[in-house]
Nanobody, 115 residues
């Protein structure tokens, strides 16, 4: 069992930055991928970025160049640095862990971008 706890959300003005963190407990496997998703009110949950155990990353087009995902395998954390935030980035952000035949979600953290 892998449990995930997100932190770092909050209210920020357009153009500002936030850093989200996802802390995992339990056994983390080298076959795993950890991702960030987000869900805005009335919208489907969408994939934002992901990072493999070995550090390979990928991003949805709308956040490329603004968001950076990193991980610390020893600390079992995956961070999402979000810069140049826009109002359309407002959503609940969820951490997701998946490995073959297993998946886990965090409880989410609210990010609000507003002046």
């Amino acid at each position: 069992q892998v449990q995930l706890v997100e932190s770092g959300g909050g209210l920020v003005q357009p153009g500002g930055s936030l850093r989200l963190s996802c802390k995992a407990s339990g056994n983390i496997f080298s076959t795993s991928i950890t991702a960030w998703y987000r869900q805005a009110p009335g919208n489907r949950r969408e994939w934002v970025a992901q990072i493999s155990w070995y550090g390979f990353t990928d991003y949805t087009e709308s956040v490329k160049g603004r968001f950076t995902i990193t991980r610390d395998n020893g600390a079992k954390t995956v961070d999402l640095q979000m810069n140049s935030l826009k109002p359309e980035d407002t959503a609940i952000y969820y951490c997701n862990y998946r490995q073959p035949q297993y998946e886990s979600w965090g409880q989410g953290t609210q990010v609000t971008v507003s002046s």
